[in-house]
């Protein structure tokens, strides 16, 4: 009896972790939708910041044959976030040797003048989730001649690029950051105009630890239409950027830095596209394994319309498409929303035009929404003219405000408004320089924005971007989201 009895607990055991495990993965798949359902959004404002550390990446690599460098300098800004709790911003190089930029109080900012080399920002407490840098080059002559501007990144495992290209009148430089004590391993994918592109070299390309990487798109693949990279790393983290050189007749015609745009979705925004002329690409890329039908939308100034011969553009699979802008925008500023029947991304590509002086280049990215806040730390410069572009991709009124402050933490000009749907605002900031901006959004919504800087009495037009960005984001737990291109 007693062995009988032992049979039937034993039994009784077994159906009960069957019947909890499959309650378990009912309530995984219902409750996660991450296998199921609507696709994750890109980021979660849902999600608490983990306060702790953080280190960011301000991309500057040696130049080619010891070429002018001009002026560089990193601007560092702590929000005003938590004045009662501490926290310490340091600047330092890729090796960890401290470097003249410090912050301890919130509200204020920095700059680091004369940068000759990549530099890694540590924020640790408070600041963790409530800072902010970005570096801006400013060369007056020879083949860098131009202004570029980035926001420092966080690293990631993955990355996106629209629109790069590897011919000899448009260069691209990918940079690859290792800023952890292990060394990094990433692959490389390619979308070409008719497919994928295999390129010998590009898997199990090797980043060591605290050092940067420079990959010639041009020594891996010829290509004299615009291309779309995938990078994935298989070991470690890193940040990438992409240096873009372009000449005309062998003559410079614009540098600028390409950050990585958002992670292919339905729907994606790309904010911050410069008014006045100029040529305006854009680079839409479908990864997946089918053909992209993909509704392009302006989100101008009195609201959202189709550009004039580029209201929709067809992508085949794991492929990249372009279509010209310049005649849709009528120099004006705005935003582009794409919505898609598959996973896409994309960038716009902006050339400056102004009589007797010479181009410059600058690359707008695909960009995820604001959460709660948005800010540049850089909103007005000694060295150009800004302007803060401001759009709202959702389907609902946005209620926003923004306030520009200076380094030293005074408040130089408040504004609040109400962004209508798909509707993009802009405001000149022409506050005494230095100063940064900050942009409150609220919960849930899909703005997004940037600060076009421009140099209107230059030999060169100089032109760059500064997307926004939410200063926590890089504490923040990512999202889980279905890649339609894994594993292919």
Not at 202 to 223: D, F, K, N, Q, Y
Not at 312 to 321: F, K, R
Request: aromatic share 2%.
């Amino acid at each position: 009896m007693s062995d009988l009895r032992i049979r039937e607990r034993s039994l009784r055991g077994r159906r009960a972790v069957a019947i909890g495990a499959a309650l378990a993965g009912l309530l995984l798949i219902l409750g996660g939708g991450t296998f199921l359902g609507e696709e994750e959004p890109a980021s979660d404002d849902s999600r608490i910041p983990l306060i702790g550390r953080t280190t960011t990446i301000c991309t500057n690599p040696a130049p080619p044959s010891g070429e002018p460098r001009g002026k560089t300098e990193v601007s560092a800004v702590s929000i005003r976030e938590a004045p009662d709790r501490t926290g310490l911003l340091t600047g330092s190089t890729l090796q960890s040797k401290p470097l003249e930029l410090k912050l301890t109080a919130p509200g204020k900012g920095a700059q680091l003048p004369g940068v000759t080399s990549t530099v890694m920002i540590s924020a640790d407490g408070v600041m963790a989730s409530a800072s902010s840098a970005v570096i801006v080059g400013d060369v007056l002559e020879g083949p860098e001649a131009g202004l570029k501007a980035a926001p420092c990144l966080a690293p990631a495992t993955s990355h996106w690029f629209a629109g790069l290209t590897a011919s000899d009148a448009d260069r691209t430089d990918l940079i690859l950051t290792n800023p952890d004590d292990a060394q990094a391993q990433v692959d490389l994918r390619f979308y070409g105009q008719s497919g994928r592109v295999a390129v010998p070299g590009s898997p199990g390309v090797v980043i060591g630890a605290h050092e940067s990487r420079t990959v010639s798109l041009s020594s891996l693949v010829e290509a004299e239409s615009a291309l779309s990279v995938a990078v994935q790393a298989s070991q470690g983290r890193i940040t990438a950027v992409a240096k873009r050189t372009q000449t005309v007749q062998l003559k410079r015609a614009g540098v600028d830095w390409q950050l990585p745009s958002a992670t292919p979705s339905s729907v994606v925004v790309i904010p911050g596209i410069p008014e006045d002329p100029g040529s305006r690409q854009l680079v839409v890329a479908n990864p997946s394994q089918t053909r992209a039908s993909v509704a392009v939308q302006v989100l101008g100034l009195q609201g959202p319309y189709e550009p004039a011969e580029a209201g929709s553009l067809d992508v085949p699979p794991e492929s990249t498409a372009t279509v010209n802008l310049e005649k849709g925008l009528a120099g004006q500023a705005g935003s582009v929303k794409l919505t898609s029947n598959v996973p896409v991304t994309g960038s716009v590509i902006s050339t400056s035009h102004r009589g007797g002086a010479a181009p410059d280049l600058a690359v707008q990215s695909a960009a995820v929404p604001l959460i709660g806040t948005g800010v540049s730390a850089l909103a007005t410069s000694n060295i150009a003219d800004s302007v803060l572009v401001v759009s709202n991709g959702g389907d609902d009124d946005a209620q926003i405000s923004f306030e520009v402050l200076s380094y030293d933490g005074v408040r130089l000009r408040t504004v609040d408004t109400v962004l209508g749907p798909n509707t993009t605002a802009t405001r000149r900031l022409n506050s005494p320089a230095p100063s940064y901006v900050v942009v409150k959004v609220p919960p849930g919504s899909s703005v997004v924005g940037g600060v076009v800087l421009t140099q209107p009495n230059r030999n060169v037009a100089g032109l760059a971007t500064i997307p926004l960005s939410s200063p926590d984001l890089s504490s923040r737990a990512p999202a889980t989201r279905p890649d339609s291109a894994a594993g292919r």
